[in-house]
């Protein structure tokens, strides 16, 4: 059978698969060839029968007492430290909220996240990823979650998105060192799968308790997740996008405004259409808005 090499569609179609695995958190090869781990188990399971086959009845030396299955070992019920697995969900959660009340700084709530065990992501995500810009800035952008090109650099918005971000706040006269970038969830989930409404619960009052040291005079939420989270409202982003709300910080109330993820814009590009509309009451709302009075 002769082989044909493939063609220039067919390199392009291997390429966009390659990215989709990429974008999704398929980075890693696990070997050159395919295993059938259906036929494996398959295997497995026979073989373990024909051993139990073999084996002598235990009705044949009825004077031999069977041991006893020994008891499980009792579960710790102090919090866990560094190492161990992380606590339950709802003490984790009631931990994380007294460590951000405690913190008076950015950089004491970085350091108090390095230390913070509760969140199960720390263990599978390579590094923090706690924010990127100026924490002095007027503007603040929170997506969902980082990740893998963040959880590799440590910093928000790096990869794809973070370029088309970049591109979109640029529009407006923005870059990087006029803006605070962050998100919810500090820790990269395994696979770039969407954290899990545990793992939200945990890392919200960090989030917030950031947002409060920052300040900002806007607050802008990338993405549906980030605006269900912090804003509260239940609809989609479709139909919440573009729409002024109020953020309270029990110490100020900041105007916020939800628009389109960089990603679903790289999926959808008619998007940008709407985005630029977002971007341009986003430079509106700053231009009118009366500059905060320094800390």
């Known amino acids: 059978m002769l082989l044909m090499a493939p063609t220039l569609n067919d390199r392009d179609a291997l390429a966009d698969i390659l990215a989709f695995h990429v974008e999704a958190g398929v980075d890693v090869a696990l070997g050159e060839e395919p295993v059938d781990r259906f036929a494996e188990s398959a295997a497995e399971r026979s073989s373990a029968a024909s051993r139990m086959a073999a084996a002598p009845s235990g009705e044949s030396s009825p ?17 866990a430290i560094a190492g161990e697995a992380p606590p339950p969900p709802d003490l984790a959660a009631v931990e994380a909220r007294e460590a951000a009340a405690n913190a008076p700084t950015l950089e004491v709530l970085e350091a108090l996240l390095e230390k913070f065990d509760g969140c199960p ?34 910093k928000p918005f790096v990869g794809r998105s973070g370029k088309l971000l970049d591109r979109m706040l640029a529009a407006i006269g923005i870059d990087r060192t006029g803006c605070y970038i962050a998100n919810v969830v500090p820790w990269r989930p395994p696979g770039n799968r969407t954290p ?68 679903y814009l790289l999926r959808s590009p008619l998007g940008k259409r709407m985005v630029w509309r977002d971007m341009l009451a986003i430079e509106a709302r700053l231009a009118g808005a009366p500059e905060r009075a320094p800390d």
């Open 63 to 79: 004077h031999v007492p069977r041991a006893a299955a020994p008891s499980p070992a009792p579960r710790p019920a102090t919090p």
């Open 121 to 154: 992501l720390k263990h599978t995500a390579t590094r923090l990823v706690f924010a990127d810009g100026n924490p002095q800035a007027r503007l603040m952008l929170v997506g969902e979650a980082p990740g893998r090109d963040e959880d590799i650099e440590g």
């Open 196 to 263: 899990t409404p545990q793992e939200t619960a945990i890392c919200l009052p960090f989030i917030r308790r950031q947002i409060e040291l920052a300040n900002p005079d806007v607050l802008v939420c990338l993405g549906g997740p980030s605006a269900q989270t912090l804003l509260g409202i239940r609809d989609g982003i479709t139909k919440a996008r573009g729409r002024w709300m109020e953020y309270d910080t029990s110490s100020r109330v900041i105007p916020a405004l939800a628009t389109f993820h960089p990603a």
